[in-house]
């Protein structure tokens, strides 16, 4: 497959109707969402969401704090790097401490999580990936604002996993009720330094996401690309859209039927580009079983799903366990040093 990206946009879904309350708003125009996320999510698992709530100053705001807190000299940003976090894995790492497929990725970050006291019974039982944020002495106004943002995204992410739901004939709530009432939150800054065209890492090389759903705030800088059946595909920032992209426990539990696609991001404009990923995922506790009229899944399915990977595993390949085991796997190889300091 060509690495030049080809002629095709991702469709562009207004989610606007789901946010009503379960049982309440318009049933035809939440129809028709459910419709449009349904063909979205069987076409590429990647689509944009228009009318999704979050503030514009709220993001603006975001974005700004995040510009000056990468802007701060390296020994400052290490005050707050991710082994002071311990267990609760959060913190910042400099470019290349992240890896992807076990290549150093060229981009920095902050990763933040749920705010949980010492005393919440989860942090006191140590839980990995629960506990504290690492929050940096300046910008002073980062907390308020990822603190903010964060809580805009789950209600948008919520929306749009009501409107999957429909798609797939169940009720609006279910994943609320299943799995997400009370949500595995993930969420993270990254900055991408700006990196010659013909370089040959990447900001982020090609990979999928592990959970159910990705929500991503761009800034105004190109760089994401998508990967489909007829190729590589750009997917540049629309204003007043975030991103939407399915994970891999989303494709397992449907046997499929939602993709979990790979992406990848590389940074050749000469700018520096910021980008804001929240990922909602099942309770840590909550054991994963495919979804109503999901359970088989044919053995030539999950070979034909590993023959199409980069890295040759199939997200459709049997796992029996809570979402929380599923996780730490997956996070450990991002970073295997930490990894081995909490489990």
Known sequence: MSDAAVA?????????????????????????????VADACRAHG???????????????????????????????????????????????????????????????????????????????????????????????????????????AVEAGQAVLAAIALGLGLEEDWFRRHYTADPTVLFRMFHYPPQPADADDWGVGEHTDYGLLTLLLQDDVPGLQVRTPRGWIDAPPLPGTLVCNLGDMLDRLTGGTCRSTPHRVRNATGRERYSFPLFLDPAFTARVTPLPGHARIDPAQVAADRADRWDGASVLAPFDGCYGDYLLGKVGRVFPGLHAQVV
């Open 8 to 36: 095709e946009t991702l469709p562009v879904v207004d989610i606007a109707p789901m946010r009503a309350a379960p049982g309440r708003g318009d049933p035809a125009a939440r129809a028709r969402v459910a419709a449009q």
């Open 46 to 152: 990647f689509f944009y969401i228009a009318g999704h709530g979050i503030d514009d100053a709220l993001q603006a705001a975001l974005r700004e704090a995040a510009q000056a807190f990468f802007a701060l000299p390296e020994d400052e940003k290490l005050r707050i790097d991710m082994p002071r976090g311990g267990r609760a894995w959060r913190g910042y790492f400099p470019v290349g401490g992240e890896l992807t497929s076990g290549r150093p990725d060229r981009k920095e970050g902050v990763y933040f999580g749920a705010e949980l006291p010492p005393d919440d019974p989860r942090v006191v039982a140590g839980w990995p990936l629960h506990g504290a944020n690492l929050w940096p002495e300046r910008p002073a106004a980062l907390r308020e604002s990822v603190t903010a943002y964060m809580a805009s």
